[in-house]
């Protein structure tokens, strides 16, 4: 049914392709972005309301939606690389390590990820199933990846960084988009649809796509049996009556991953959000959010889960006055966690209802027009640890207009999961790993220091130096009678650097480098790989954009990672090139290839894994067409 569903769309983006070959139409400008533009970039996520990025005193970075159809990357992982603060590597087919300034691994814990303001980390281990995670990345309108402790404004787990992936508004895709993907790794079809719903400015769009990810290779050239198939469809409508924003949106997906075993691993979920926002007659902003996710997975011979979650949050954006600018709010999210065990783990009770609460409240005292100072503070309540206080104060000096200067102190934490306190391993007695009953929170502090700036119309450019400190790390300990518990008796601090920057050399040819150094220094008497993750010293990146002409553009995108310690993966340098045509006004062609240079490579090897997982050269070709 799936095949025949993608043959439809297929049919159809071809059949609509023709259509606008010979009629013509109005399709988007996709010309990218000026310097000067991107100097008035806003962003919502480093002070939960909107400012412009040059004024946001963190360590951020903005994919914009043009730049990631620039680059023809097919899933959220892929378009997070383009972020030169952020740690991304393919394990397989299906999952990616994604992090910021370390503790990388396949179930990385220290990264609060949202999507248009819906938490998507699972309370089973903290982290992200990023296979569960998809957008039509056309309607992306920009991903701000803010790397550095964000605990005051978003609560616990946002320790080492902040990812927010913000959809267009409904209004900005309207008509009828179609794309359709062939290449050696993966083959994707979509549709879209949009239009205005005629009252109170409302506008509406709905989606379905299908990808199929083809089985990675193994390094002796055998496939790894783990490609995968999923479908999604979604929806979003907005409403604009006087004062007020509204927005409900959704989505429903399903995937199947082929594994060694006779069964397959089946994922589902679904989700609802609602969003309320009014202006009041002070110019004060007041914010209402409740979405509702299932999510189910199945991994036979290992675990199964049901998850339910609901979550109603609420802020208020106070007017802001020569004083200074508040922001205060608070929110209540509850979940349902079913796990099925199996001989070889458990997660015990199987069964359990956990709850999380937080007020929170920010500060932004103006004493000078150029120098500011920002308080926070938020209390925050979890079913393990109950109360969290999460503090931060930051220092701005802003000599002009496109120069910032900042340094910031914050507390973050990583509260406990279900993998820490109720974890057993084998499925039943007698146990080798029984739990963590008294697993705490592991903590962070954390000073930044930042400048960013705007040299003219042609060049900009943002430094960070970091320093944390950490204490709580996750243990593996021994507890008598050949039995251990997970505890937190490893701590460390990690030192680096994060730089960038972007040079307009002429009006159709723009550069941008980045560099990231990292050294972690780890202690205590349980020390291990897999609790403190794998992470290199050095990431370089440097990218390319030039506009031929004609409707005509070439993307370059040069990577070098540093090789990771344990378990040791090789340093490995590659090299994306994307090739975009524009054979109307309304369709586009694109050719892309990637890790073209050099042999296949690893990214990033379990210990727990067999024959490791290498990446080859692949091509791939994509046509969209909107009308």
Not at 26 to 52: A, C, F, I, K, M
Request: glycine letters at 8%.
């Amino acid at each position: 049914m799936r095949s025949n569903c993608m043959w439809v769309i297929a049919s159809l983006a071809a059949f609509c392709a023709g259509s606008c070959l010979a009629e013509g139409g109005s399709g988007p400008d996709l010309t990218s972005l000026s310097l000067e533009q991107l100097g008035n970039v806003h962003v919502t996520s480093v002070s939960r309301y909107d400012e412009r990025l040059t004024d946001a005193p963190a360590s951020v970075y903005v994919i914009s939606g043009e730049e990631i159809r620039r680059a023809n990357v097919h899933s959220l992982p892929e378009a997070l690389r383009l972020a030169p603060n952020l740690q991304v590597a393919q394990i397989n087919a299906y999952q990616y390590a994604i992090t910021a300034r370390g503790f990388n691994s396949s179930t990385a814990n220290k990264l609060l990820v949202l999507i248009d303001g819906r938490t998507i980390y699972t309370p089973l281990y903290s982290g992200v199933f990023w296979d569960a995670q998809d957008v039509l990345l056309q309607d992306i309108d920009r991903i701000e990846v803010v790397s550095g402790p964000g605990g005051t404004l978003w609560g616990a787990n946002a320790v080492n960084g902040v990812i927010n992936i913000v959809t267009k508004k409904a209004s900005e895709s309207s008509g009828t988009f179609v794309s359709a993907t062939d290449g050696q790794v993966q083959q994707e079809v979509a549709l879209r649809h949009g239009g205005s719903t005629g009252a109170s400015g409302g506008a509406y769009r709905a989606y379905v796509k299908f990808d199929d990810w083809n089985h990675s290779t193994t390094a002796d050239g055998n496939a790894a049996l783990d490609g995968w198939h999923r479908a999604q469809a979604g929806f979003r409508a907005d409403w604009h009556p006087a004062n007020v924003e509204m927005t409900v949106q959704g989505d429903i997906y399903g995937d199947q991953i082929d594994q060694t075993q006779a069964m397959l691993q089946r994922n589902s979920g679904a989700n609802l959000l609602v969003r309320w926002e009014c202006l009041l007659p002070s110019d004060s902003i007041v914010q209402l959010q409740t979405y509702y996710d299932h999510t189910s997975r199945n991994y036979p011979g290992l675990f199964s889960e049901k998850l339910d979650i609901l979550d109603v949050a609420a802020q208020v954006i106070e007017a802001s006055n020569t004083s200074g600018q508040t922001v205060w709010g608070g929110g209540y999210r509850t979940a349902d966690d079913r796990v099925g065990s199996s001989a070889f783990l458990a997660v015990l009770p199987a069964h359990m209802q956990l709850q999380w609460g937080n007020v929170f409240a920010q500060r932004v005292w103006t004493l000078t027009p150029d120098f500011q100072i920002t308080t926070g503070a938020r209390f925050e309540y979890n079913s393990y640890t109950h109360i969290e206080f999460l503090p931060s104060l930051r220092l701005t000096w802003k000599p002009t207009q496109d120069e910032l200067l900042w340094t910031g102190l914050s507390r973050a934490v990583r509260a406990p999961s279900r993998i820490d306190t109720d974890f057993y391993f084998p499925g039943h007695p007698p146990y080798q790993l029984a739990g963590g009953p008294g697993f705490r929170s592991e903590i962070a502090d954390t000073l930044d220091v930042g400048w960013r700036t705007q040299a003219g119309n042609d060049l900009s450019y943002s430094l960070t130096a970091f320093h944390s400190l950490y204490q709580h790390l996750e243990s593996i300990e021994p507890s008598g009678n050949s039995t251990y518990v997970v505890g937190n008796q490893n701590s460390g601090r990690t030192n680096g650097l994060e730089a960038w920057a972007t040079y307009e050399a002429t009006v159709n040819w723009t550069v941008s480098a980045g560099l990231l150094l990292q050294t972690e220094t780890f202690s205590g008497p349980y020390l291990s790989a897999s609790s403190l993750g794998n992470d290199p010293h050095s990431q370089l990146s440097l990218k390319s954009h030039w506009t031929i002409g004609n409707g005509k553009s070439l993307d370059m995108f040069l990577r070098h990672v540093g090789q990771l310690p344990s378990p040791a993966t090789p340093a490995y340098t590659t090299l994306d090139l994307s090739a975009r045509w524009r054979l109307s006004q309304d369709v586009e062609l694109t050719i892309s290839g990637r890790n073209l240079l050099g042999s296949p490579h690893e990214e990033f090897t379990q210990a727990t894994a067999g024959s490791s997982i290498v990446l080859q050269r692949a091509i791939d070709v994509t046509l969209k067409a909107s009308f």
